[in-house]
Structures are given as C-alpha cells and as structure tokens.
C-alpha cells in the first residue's frame, strides 16, 4: 500500500491513501511534519506541563489544567470510544509519532527540548485546550464580581467569541470562525483522500479529520459557536480533616477525590497544585467546582468524526452529529440535492436560570442537572449565524449572545447579491452608537462621525477618530464605577475575561449615555485606523513571532472581525481565523484562505505567505488543478513498526 502527500503552491496538504486508517496515519504525520511546535505545544498545554519547557510565564495554565483535569477527560473519554473511532484515533497518533521524533522546530532548538511520544487520547486533549475557555463560565466569574460591586451591568457575550456562517440553498456555504489570532494558525487547511471520501476542510492541528468545516463534494458542512449555555460554576463548601475533603451536598456531607501533583518549572523551584473534584466536578478556582457534559458523560462527540468525513447528504451531517456534545455549536449543512438545513449540535443542561446567571450554592438541590435539552432543526432556504440570539433557534439555550449587527449586515448583503467575497471583507461598522451621536450633534466631533460613511477602512481618519471615542467612552464609564475596578480574587488566568475595560467596551451601547458621549468627544484627534489597528498575534515564544508590522481595516463587530480590547487598545488580537466558500454547484470554485500558512515553522516558505492574501480578502482554490507530489510514504513507518493499514 502506498501513500502520498501532495502539495498546492500554497504548501497546503492534499493527502492520499489507499484507506481509512492509512490515511489517518498520514495525516498525523503531516500534522507532525508542518506544525511539530505547535502541537507539543498544545500537548504539554492539555497534559499542564508547558512550564517545564517555557518557565512560569505558563504556570497558571498548567495550574488550571491540572485542576480542570483536562488530560484525565480526555483519557477516560477516548476509554469510552467505540473500537472503530479509537483504532482511526491511533492511527493518527501514530503517524505523528512516526514523524516527531525527526520534526525539525526553531523553538526546540532555542528552548534545547524534543518532543516525546504522543498518547491514544493526546488528541481529545489538544481539543480540550482549544475549548475549555470557549464556553460560558468565566462570564458568570464576571457577574458574580459585578453582583458582589456595583449590583448589575449589561453582559454582551464573551469578548473572546464570534464568527460568521451563511448559506444559499443550492449554491454555497461561507463564513470565517473568529478566534484569537494564534502564530501559528489555530486551523490547518487540509484535504483528505481515500476510496471512502474525499473530503477538504480546516483541521486542528493534533486532531484528526476536520470537524467544524469541510467540503465531501457531495455535502458541505460549517460551524459557529452556538453561544450556549452548557458550563455551570458551583460554590463548594469544603471541610477538611485527617488528610480528607468532604463537600456539602443536598444530602449532607460527602467525601471527594484530593490528590497534589508538581507542576515542573523552567529555572524556577517546582509548584505544588492541589487537585479537587466533587460530584458536581472540578474545583478550578477558590471554591468553584467546573461542571461540563464532557466531564459528566466523560465524551467529548468524538464518535462523530469519522462519520461526518464519511457523509454523503445532509442526512448523514445530521447523524453523525447527533451524539456531539461540546462546544454547542450552530451548524449548517447543504448537499448537491440543494437541501439546506440549520440546527444545533451539543449538549446544553436543563436546570433553573440562577444557574445560567453566577455560581451557586453546590447544596441546594433546585440547582441541580435535570437531564438535556432538546436541540433545533430546520430546513431553510437561507441561514445566516453570527452568533446572534435567534428565537426558536438558539435564543432558548444562552444568555450571552453577540450583538445583531454582523448577521443584520450580512442578511441585507445577500438581499444585495452580493458575493461572498464581498460579505467576507465588509467594514461597515456597527449602526448601534450612531444613534447617541444624533442626539448629541450639535458637537462639531458627533456632526463630522454623522457624516462619515461608518466605513472601518484601515486608512480612514473617521474610522480612527469614532474609536478614539469609544476608547475615551469606555474608559469614562468604568472610571464612574470605581468598584469594578476592585480585585475579583479569582486567579490571574482568567483576568481577560473579567477585565472591566473589555466588558464595558463590549457593553458600550446599552451603557453610553448622552453626557459621558459628548465628555468623551472632547478634545479628540484623529489617526488613521490601521496606525493603531494593527495586527498581534499571539505566540508562545518570541522565536515564532512576526517580522512585519500589519495595518488591518474592520472592527469588533463589522461582518469583517478584527477585534481589539476597546478601553484598552486598538491592537487585533482576535479575528478571522480561517475564511472559506464551499461551493455545491461546482465544487472547483471553492475556494479559503488562512491569516498565515501552512506551515508553523519560522521561516519556512509557507510559514505566513497567505498573509497578504487574508489582508486584502482574497481567498485561493481549494482544488487546484495543478499538485506537486511531494513524496510517497509507506505506512509501516509507524514508530513501532506496525501498519498504520487496515
């Protein structure tokens, strides 16, 4: 049996092999080859053991994955896995395996480590890491600081979250998922090849397949965070005696699992962790206890992989997805039959709203888990999700939505025909704050932003001289709430999700009232947008970092997401991290684009050379018709020298 790796002139893999599990083998190997940093990145992130190569800048990640148990969940949930589902997951390990110990890295070089063999459940736990911090309990950290200061505030989501999906019956699916902007990419363009399908998609690198976007020829699928509401904070009442921890539970006192464990540190004496779960879950902070479907069920959906690289219509989409559980996720689906259907794939417990809202009491029994809800389904003609509140669809399952501005524009666009290369780089800059600025134009400021096409253009002086005021804004509301500025005792990691700054920033428009608008106006001038609004992303080392400086055109909540801190800096920290059009027409017209390239590794070719395109909001052929054949590999390379084959 044989199998090759392909490339398109972008470096992208295009992967070929004679099955299923062979083909699995060579995509952990490409994983391996083209991002071997990254992943032992990733790696030592879920297992908590990046301080013992980076020092203790890392120790308070490593801290919360030992507490959060993210290497144990994984374990005990590939345990759970059907045979099919882990035989492919081994697969894959071993075709990383087979690679890494050769993989060349600037960054093993500078930090003198080299990555070790990889576990059956490494990849779940790579997905872990990629999610943890995806969902909704640090927004109830956040309320519960404000219920505990100031008594209430708006919460307009989580500052970290957003992405675009959209979709014609008949013709395509579109979007761009909005994360922090990770060097190297977060996404690995991928297409996958053997006789049961052929499917090309956006794959995390150190987890097999491609399960948020991908295009099987005859069906498309893609995501967006469905802004669920599906991770529940419990404050614990813990006593401890003779060594024991007992937990107050509705039915009285209960012992619990304690163990410590060392956390390694670059240059620095070891630190001790002390690891705590009760029966409502992990204790991650004080005395909060995590409670997930992951942890509770002890499976992440990862039996939906396979599956979804093996589906032929949007019946088989839905299927596959059925037994997914997190994160919540708003999925579209289209097959070349033209039906187009949008529903949401997860797990979201049933339970009283105080427990949606802020942690609460772990012994009182109302607040207790009472089964899951059901999910919504529905064939449409045409969707557009922007992690928006959507009644009847995804309005009953969270509390902490996005505004309406990115779906609004984007509905009105494809009511427009407009392309959806077009959509993609749309700056128009959310309406909601031009209705202050109308009551407040007798100021000379709020007259010149009335007449501004809102245009978020990086070159635009409007563009910098509106930010500067909802800088200034943000910056006057939270100086009018000094409470909020107190510490909220929680630990240090989760300091981006409960910064004052952010949140108000995020919250802006419920809370600008006309004299803070026309305080904030004094005295302002105006830079052009992309002097400040310039791209940073983030890198675990200085090895990996950009040489350039990047202007970039859109905002926060233009359809074109280029997010900063507002309050804080107009830097990008967040945005899109990957664009695509899976065209069903024509499946050769499809085409993506990523903010970097291909390849993680500094230096190399690929390392960032989608960059200029993913600037100008170009997007290059996902099936190109020319390959170069990179080289053939044979799959008894495994590094135990078994078959990666059926």
Request: proline share 8%; aromatic share 8%; charged share 25%.
């Amino acid at each position: 049996m044989t199998s090759f790796i392909n490339r398109d002139e972008w470096g992208i893999p295009h992967l070929v092999a004679d099955s299923v599990l062979d083909l699995a083998f060579l995509q952990g190997r490409a994983a391996a080859r083209d991002r071997a940093w990254q992943i032992e990145v990733e790696r030592r992130r879920s297992e908590g053991r990046l301080a013992e190569w980076i020092g203790a800048a890392e120790v308070g990640w490593d801290r919360f994955a030992r507490r959060v148990r993210l290497d144990d969940t994984a374990r005990r949930s590939f345990e759970k896995l059907d045979d099919t589902t882990k035989q492919w997951l081994r697969s894959y390990v071993d075709g990383v395996n087979s690679e890494l110990p050769a993989a060349e890295a600037p960054e093993f070089v500078a930090y003198g480590v080299r990555p070790s063999p990889w576990r059956p459940w490494t990849p779940l736990g790579i997905f872990l890491v990629q999610h943890i911090l995806f969902g909704t309990f640090p927004s109830k950290m956040w309320r519960a600081h404000v219920e505990s200061t100031i008594g209430s505030l708006p919460v307009v989501g989580d500052p970290s979250s957003g992405s675009n999906a959209w979709a014609v019956a008949g013709s395509y699916i579109a979007g761009d998922p909005h994360r922090i902007l990770e060097l190297p990419g977060v996404y690995q363009q991928v297409r996958l090849t053997c006789p049961e399908f052929d499917v090309a998609g956006f794959a995390f690198p150190g987890v097999p397949g491609v399960p948020h976007f991908g295009h099987a020829g005859s069906v498309a699928w893609a995501i967006t965070n469905a802004m669920s509401d599906y991770q529940d904070l419990y404050q614990e009442e813990l006593r401890r005696s003779a060594g024991s921890v007992q937990a107050r539970s509705a039915s009285g006192w209960e012992e619990v699992s304690r163990h410590v464990e060392t956390i390694a540190v670059r240059d620095e004496p070891a630190v001790e962790v002390e690891v705590i779960e009760t029966p409502r879950g992990p204790i991650i902070d004080r005395d909060l206890a995590l409670r997930v479907p992951a942890r509770v069920e002890f499976d992440l959906g990862f039996g939906a992989l396979l599956p979804l690289l093996r589906a032929k219509t949007v019946d088989d989409v839905v299927a596959a997805l059925a037994g997914w559980v997190e994160p919540v996720n708003s999925v579209i689906a289209m097959d070349s039959g033209g039906t187009l259907v949008s529903f949401v794939a997860g797990k979201v417990p049933l339970r009283d709203d105080r427990v949606r809202q802020v942690p609460v009491p772990a012994w009182e029994p109302r607040y207790e888990w009472q089964g899951y809800a059901p999910l919504p389904r529905s064939v449409r003609e045409v969707v557009v999700n922007a992690n928006d509140a959507r009644p009847g669809d995804t309005a009953e399952l969270g509390n902490d939505f996005a505004p309406p501005a990115r779906a609004d524009r984007i509905a009105a666009l494809l009511l427009a025909a407009t392309p959806p290369a077009e959509i993609h780089t749309d700056v128009l800059a959310d309406p909601r704050l031009f209705d202050v600025l109308a009551r407040v134009s007798a100021h000379p400021a709020a007259r010149r932003l009335l007449d501004w096409d809102r245009r978020m253009d990086a070159d635009s002086l409007d563009a910098g001289l509106f930010a500067a005021w909802r800088h200034a804004a943000t910056r006057l509301i939270v100086a009018s709430l000094p409470a909020l500025l107190t510490e909220t005792g929680y630990d240090p990691l989760f300091a981006p999700w409960l910064d004052p700054y952010q949140r108000v920033g995020r919250a802006l428009p419920t809370l600008l009232t006309d004299e803070i608008a026309v305080a904030a106006l004094a005295g302002l001038s105006a830079r052009p947008w992309g002097e400040t609004h310039v791209l940073t992303p983030v890198v675990v080392v200085p090895e990996t970092a950009l040489d350039q400086v990047v202007p970039l055109p859109g905002d926060n909540d233009c359809v074109r997401s280029t997010s900063s801190m507002v309050g804080v800096t107009d830097a990008c920290w967040k945005g899109s991290v990957a664009r695509y059009v899976w065209d069903l027409s024509d499946r050769s017209a499809s085409r993506w684009v990523v903010p970097f390239g291909a390849s993680g590794r500094p230096g190399d070719q690929h390392f960032a050379d989608q960059l200029p395109l993913w600037v100008a909001g170009d997007l290059v052929p996902v099936f190109p018709d020319q390959l170069t054949v990179e080289e053939t590999l044979q799959p008894a390379a495994n590094a135990d020298g078994s078959s990666g084959g059926e």
